[in-house]
């Protein structure tokens, strides 16, 4: 009975938090949207994940940045890295469909500056631009994709995000 009260305390006081920040205007938490004004930190082994699980096709936005290197963020793939710890330069993409099409001179973003990353992934593939470059192009079969979005960060680097929205296109889109 104790650790039911205690989950039932814990889950109220979140609740509240959540209804003070989001009547503030400051923060909020949607199944398919995650804003902070201020930008929620993110070091070691934090992950900020989307409620909502998501088929394509979808558009993704976030808009983030790293104090270094490794913004990683998952959904198309298991991860797609920007300023790889290895060679920051290389846009990573391990995992899913694009596995190992990594590109050279695709993943290099500043430090310290906020980005817009978008992620349009369709049933026939997917695009990465930031900042409206076009950075990542694949095609293959998306089709069976159903999960949630996460951005983390690695090997000892700050992420700090601003928003993660997810946004389902129309099949014309495709």
Known sequence: ??????????????TCALIVNAQAGTDRILRDAITSSDGVALTGSDRLTTVGTFQPPVEIKVVAKTDSTNLRL??????????????????????????????????????????????????????????????????GDYSGI??????????????????????PLSASSQ
């Open 146 to 167: 159903s999960r949630p979005v996460s951005i983390f960060p690695g090997f000892g680097s700050k992420i700090t995000v601003k928003s993660v929205t997810v946004k």
């Open 74 to 139: 998952t959904y198309a793939a298991d991860q797609v890295i920007f300023n790889w710890e290895m060679n920051p330069e290389e846009l990573r993409v391990d995992g899913g469909p694009a596995s190992g099409h990594h590109r050279v001179g695709a993943g290099k973003i500043p430090t310290n500056k906020f980005v817009t990353i978008r992620w349009v992934v369709t049933n026939k593939g997917q695009s990465i631009y930031v900042d409206n470059e076009l950075r990542f192009q694949h095609e």
């Open 1 to 14: 009975m104790k650790t039911m009260s205690l989950i039932s305390a814990v889950s109220f006081s979140l």
